[in-house]
């Protein structure tokens, strides 16, 4: 069974700061990698995916994913954070064969960014 | 409509009290998902649907729980005697099709207190 590991429940940053939140998977095949944001008493909101091809992924708002099948890890980086980046992020993996339709998700990472 | 739309927004239920949540796909979408958010943890799957058919409930918890779309659009999550550990933020998520999770869209969810 797959499953996600974010390294950290929380972050914080100075705005203009490099952000990095890590993320590494367990999958037995090859995976289907996301990053999803979800601020305050909102619903999830997919930032990028990766499924084959280039393993550096470009999401929404300057986000960006490395896919690392050594390291099994898929962590998102933003050069230089804003205030309005505050939310929290999960990291996903879609399940494979007949549930190709499930994601499992970490347990998330909250991203503070101060001013 | 744009969206999908979960409401209630917030319910508080005493325990032992039925609750009904409600899920508005956008229209067209074939994919129906549920998921269950505890406080600190990530989104956890609990159903599937495919326009009316269930194909897959093996994430509910218990038989308190059940789902419905009887007509392939709207879809209700029902919650029989609820207990304190169903206290949770419940997502709805639809998609054109199974698997495509570029086309997931996920609602803003139902916060369920149990009291």
């Known amino acids: 069974a797959q499953s996600v590991t974010q390294l950290g429940s929380h972050v914080s940053v100075s705005e203009g700061a490099l952000v990095l939140l890590r993320c590494n998977y367990s999958?037995?095949?090859?995976?289907?990698l996301f990053w999803y944001v979800q601020y305050p008493n909102q619903g999830l909101q997919l930032l990028l995916k990766y499924t084959t091809g280039a393993t550096l992924v470009k999401g929404i708002n300057g986000f960006e994913a490395e896919f690392k099948k050594s390291e099994t890890s898929f962590h998102l980086t933003k050069p230089s954070a804003h205030m309005s980046d505050a939310a929290e992020y999960f990291c996903a993996v879609r399940d494979s064969g007949g549930s190709n339709y499930k994601l499992t998700f970490g347990k998330g990472t909250l991203l503070t960014v101060n001013p | 409509g744009a969206g999908v739309s979960q409401s209630p927004r917030y319910k508080v239920a005493k325990r032992g009290q039925d609750v009904a949540l409600r899920c508005d796909p956008i229209?067209?979408?074939?994919?129906l998902f549920w998921y269950q958010q505890a406080l600190g943890q990530g989104p956890e799957f609990l159903t599937y649907?495919?326009?009316?058919?269930?194909?897959?409930k093996s994430g509910l918890p218990s038989d308190r729980f059940f789902a419905e779309r009887p007509e392939g659009s709207v879809s209700t999550l029902k919650i029989q005697r609820t207990q304190q550990e169903d206290s949770a933020v419940y997502l709805c998520a639809s998609s054109l099709f199974r698997g495509d999770h570029y086309g997931y869209t996920f609602g803003s969810g139902t916060r369920l207190t149990v009291v």
């Open positions: 229209s067209g979408h074939v994919s």
């Open positions: 649907f495919q326009n009316e058919a269930q194909l897959d």
């Open positions: 999958s037995s095949v090859p995976p289907y």
